[in-house]
């Protein structure tokens, strides 16, 4: 019988059929809200811990810290539960209550600071004290590592090798990164597409680092194109996607979609798949749906 970090992955895929705006071009939606922590970060969680314990530098009783937009730190909160460790989660304070609340339900310390580069430094902080191990997902290969593993495998089987281009928010970037080196290496002619929110808009799981806080994971040269996307567009599409398709996701998830969209609108022919990143349940509390 099946653990619930065995249920981590291989999630499914899923045909777009009335939101596709052509028919010479197929889009598929990963499903990674289907994930038993309900995001794609359950993948990334569960490989920085694990990766961190088989070193050794995560040992019985040794606390971990780590800063989150929300859904890297729900599943750390979910991970470390099922291994015996302590966490303190830093969080945005406008996060939605949602998060706060699940994460302290798996046993999570949760601390709230104005924005995530606050949360990153306080993080840092604690970290380099000594009393903690900060996982520190903007810089651990292991975060972007998981979807090489894994992801990146579950959509070349999926689409049984014909992916012409891979479509994901970048927040943390680990996503897309694991993702260009898997299916890189697969086809070096696939190509990856960013999206990045357009200037003073708000998408939570998408962000435009300012330069001494872009993740160091990232690489922009495994990304071919980067996309703009307002948040009225992602707020829009993450309401058409559910009462239309009946994939009921985040504004991070709505992005992506709009950012397929218009490259199907482009391309004579294709097959595109982009992240789902989470669900919509755990924006509930904001008017995303509203």
């Not at 937009?69 to 303190?88: R, V």
């Amino acid at each position: 019988m099946a653990g619930i970090i065995d249920l981590i992955g291989n999630t499914p895929i899923a045909e777009i059929k009335r939101l596709n705006p052509n028919p010479n071009v197929r889009i598929f939606a990963k499903l990674e809200g289907n994930n038993p922590g309900g995001s794609v970060k359950d993948r990334a969680a569960l490989n920085m811990v694990r990766s961190a314990m088989e070193r050794g530098d995560i040992k019985n009783g040794t606390k971990l810290v780590e800063a989150t937009s929300g859904n890297t730190g729900i599943a750390l909160a979910m991970i470390a539960s099922l291994y015996g460790l302590e966490i303190e989660l830093v969080m945005p304070a406008n996060s939605t209550r949602e998060r706060t609340l699940t994460m302290e339900a798996f046993g999570a310390k949760v601390t709230l600071l104005d924005n995530i580069e606050l949360c990153r430094d306080y993080a840092e902080e604690k970290g380099a004290s000594g009393e903690y191990f900060l996982l520190n997902q903007f810089a651990n290969p292991d975060c972007y590592l998981a979807h090489y593993k894994t992801t990146g495998p579950e959509i070349w089987r999926g689409t049984e090798g014909k992916i012409t281009h891979f479509v994901s928010a970048m927040g943390t970037t680990g996503t897309i990164m694991g993702n260009s080196l898997f299916l890189k290496e697969k086809n070096p002619d696939v190509q990856i597409i960013g999206c990045q929110p357009t200037e003073n808009s708000s998408i939570p799981g998408i962000r435009r680092w300012p330069v001494e806080y872009l993740p160091k994971i990232f690489d922009p040269k495994r990304v071919d194109r980067v996309m703009d996307i307002s948040q009225e567009e992602a707020t829009l599409m993450a309401r058409r996607m559910a009462k239309e398709e009946g994939i009921f996701a985040g504004m991070s998830s709505g992005g992506a979609m709009s950012a397929a969209i218009r490259l199907a609108e482009e391309l004579k022919e294709g097959t595109i798949v982009f992240i789902c990143c989470d669900r919509g349940d755990r924006y509930l509390s904001s008017d995303l749906f509203g």
